[in-house]
T-cell receptor
C-alpha cells in the first residue's frame, strides 16, 4: 500500500527565515510526486511534479527536490503570503494516472 | 492544463437528505476522481469515474452512499446520500493530469 508521511505537521517561521518541509513516501514504483499548496476553503493548487531521484524544480521562493525515499520543499526567505498548507502526493505506476495518495500536509505560518 | 468548474461551492444540508455535486471540465478527460477532505485532514480518494462504465470505489466507500455519474468526457457528479454530520467535509474532483482540482464543495450537515 502506498504511503505518504509529511513532517512537521505545523511550522511557524518569521518572515525571511528559510526552512524545509519533508515528504517521505513508500510506493510500488513512482509515477510522480506532486506538491500542492492549499489555502483555507480552497482546492489544492499545483506547484511541482517530480519524477525521478535527483530531480529539482524551482518556482519563486520554493524549491522541490526528490530522492528515492523522500522529497523536500525548501522555502527561501518566506513571506506572510506563503502561509498555507502544503500537500505532498504520489502516484504509482501500477495505478490509473491521476489517482493520488496524499500526505496529511504541513501547515506553514509565516509571521511578519 | 484543464480547468474544472465545481459547484456548489458550499452547502448546509439537513440530516437524511442528499446533495449532488457537479464538476465540469473544459476539455475531454478519460478519468475523473472524487476526493473527500475531512476537517483538519488530507485528501482521501473516494472513487475513480470513467465515462461509460461504473465508478471504481476505494475501500470504505460504497456506491449506495456515494453514487457517481459520468455521462460524458467533460462532466461528472457525486451524490452524498442520506447524509449525517459525519459527512461534513470538503469534496473535491480532479482529473487524470494530477495537476488540476476543482475548487471544492464545503458540505456541512446539521
Amino acid at each position: 500500500e502506498d504511503q505518504v508521511t509529511q513532517s512537521p505537521e505545523a511550522l511557524r517561521l518569521q518572515e525571511g527565515e528559510s526552512s524545509s518541509l519533508n515528504c517521505s513516501y513508500t510506493v510500488s514504483g513512482l509515477r510522480g510526486l506532486f506538491w500542492y499548496r492549499q489555502d483555507p476553503g480552497k482546492g489544492p493548487e499545483f506547484l511541482f511534479t517530480l519524477y525521478s531521484a535527483g530531480e529539482e524544480k524551482e518556482k519563486e521562493r520554493l524549491k522541490a527536490t526528490l530522492t528515492k525515499k523522500e522529497s523536500f520543499l525548501h522555502i527561501t526567505a518566506p513571506k506572510p503570503e506563503d502561509s498555507a498548507t502544503y500537500l505532498c502526493a504520489v502516484q504509482a505506476v501500477n495505478t490509473n494516472a491521476g489517482k493520488s495518495t496524499f500526505g496529511d500536509g504541513t501547515t506553514l505560518t509565516v509571521k511578519p | 492544463s484543464a480547468v474544472i468548474s465545481q459547484k456548489p461551492s458550499r452547502d448546509i444540508c439537513q440530516r437524511g437528505t442528499s446533495l449532488t455535486i457537479q464538476c465540469q471540465v473544459d476539455s475531454q478527460v478519460t478519468m475523473m476522481f472524487w476526493y473527500r477532505q475531512q476537517p483538519g485532514q488530507s485528501l482521501t480518494l473516494i472513487a475513480t469515474a470513467n465515462q461509460g462504465s461504473e465508478a471504481t470505489y476505494e475501500s470504505g466507500f460504497v456506491i449506495d452512499k456515494f453514487p457517481i455519474s459520468r455521462p460524458n468526457l467533460t462532466f461528472s457528479t457525486l451524490t452524498v446520500s442520506n447524509m449525517s454530520p459525519e459527512d461534513s467535509s470538503i469534496y473535491l474532483c480532479s482529473v487524470e493530469d494530477g495537476y488540476t482540482f476543482g475548487s471544492g464543495t464545503r458540505l456541512t450537515v446539521v
